[in-house]
Nanobody, 124 residues
Framework: QLQLVESGGGLVQPGGSLRLSCAAS????????ISWFRQAPGKEREGVSC????????NYADSVKGRFTISRDNAKNTVYLQMNSLKPEDTAVYYC?????????????????WGQGTQVTVSS
């Protein structure tokens, strides 16, 4: 089974940047589309961004367009989420998930594999 581990979260001031990583172990990531989700305290989990298995196509939630960039390096078995111009409302636990598609719908049931999450806190 594919295992995913997120890293790179932490505390950052508003306007700052973080780069999250989603690394696969046990099995290759090459065949999977990867999506990033986030869940803020007291709120529903929402899709943030996704990338197809080849990296040819990406999708972003409206709330992060122009600020976040998703990319992947299949040779390193890793997907990245570069987050710039961070806002307090970006504070959440961020999860990566592997599935078959990057549709932009971000339906949780489309994803078979999930990481445990990494916390991002944007605060002064």
């Amino acid at each position: 089974q594919l295992q995913l581990v997120e890293s790179g979260g932490g505390l950052v001031q508003p306007g700052g940047s973080l780069r999250l990583s989603c690394a696969a172990s046990v099995f290759t990531l090459d065949y999977y589309a990867i999506s990033w989700f986030r869940q803020a305290p007291g709120k529903e989990r929402e899709g943030v961004s996704c990338i197809t298995s080849s990296g040819a196509s990406t999708n972003y939630a409206d709330s992060v367009k122009g600020r976040f960039t998703i990319s992947r390096d299949n040779a390193k078995n890793t997907v990245y989420l570069q987050m710039n111009s961070l806002k307090p409302e970006d504070t959440a636990v961020y999860y990566c998930a592997a599935g078959l598609v990057c549709s932009g719908a971000y339906r949780a049931y489309e994803y078979d594999y999930w990481g445990q999450g990494t916390q991002v806190t944007v605060s002064s």
